[in-house]
């Protein structure tokens, strides 16, 4: 590899790093081509990416960026995950493939500028996505005003069956 193929390399890197608020470090062993390709077009039908590094080289592309923070874990195999939008919905499908794969491993990760110690991007995979907790909080501003306007709406319902009644009682009378 030349001076400037890494250089070109490092910069992209240092991209990636930047404009990604998620970037998750693992370690892969014994897992085949073909289950790695499946995993590679998951993370990126997701919107994600999926990269094998070579750790000097990220190393040097790390600095200057949150992810310097972990360049003590740039050792061995390593594959970074990145996204930039929601950590849970890239920690899910990792943590899926873990489960089929036990040679991948989470080594650790920046989340939204921290670092994060692999056991703790695991349980960032059993966390609701950012949909489900739009979802959630959605659910409760609307369900005190759904009460809101039945208990409001109750007193005219009543008023209008009682003229109803009324109206039928003069009609008999």
């Known amino acids: 590899m030349t001076r400037d193929e890494k250089r070109q390399i490092i910069e992209a890197l240092r991209q990636t790093f930047r404009q990604n608020q998620t970037v998750l470090l693992l370690t892969f ?35 200057e960026t949150p992810v310097n923070q972990l360049t003590d874990d740039f050792q061995g195999p390593t594959a970074l995950a990145f996204s930039d939008s929601d950590p849970t919905a890239l920690a899910k499908i990792l943590k899926e ?28 995979a059993d966390m609701p ?4 907790l739009l979802a959630t909080v959605a659910f409760m501003f609307s369900a005190p005003l759904t009460r809101l306007g039945s208990t409001l709406q109750s007193p005219l319902i009543q008023l ?13 009378a």
């Open 129 to 132: 996505s950012r949909e489900e």
């Open 97 to 124: 493939f873990a489960e089929d794969h036990p040679g991948l491993k989470f080594k650790s990760g920046v989340v939204a500028g921290q670092a994060v110690p692999g056991e703790q991007v695991a349980e960032l």
């Open 160 to 172: 209008g069956s009682l003229l109803k009644q009324v109206v039928e009682q003069k009609e008999e």
């Open 29 to 63: 062993s014994e897992i085949k081509v073909p289950d790695l390709t499946a995993l590679r077009r998951q993370i990126r039908e997701a919107g994600n990416g999926y990269r094998v590094v070579k750790n000097t080289l990220a190393i040097r592309a790390a600095e």
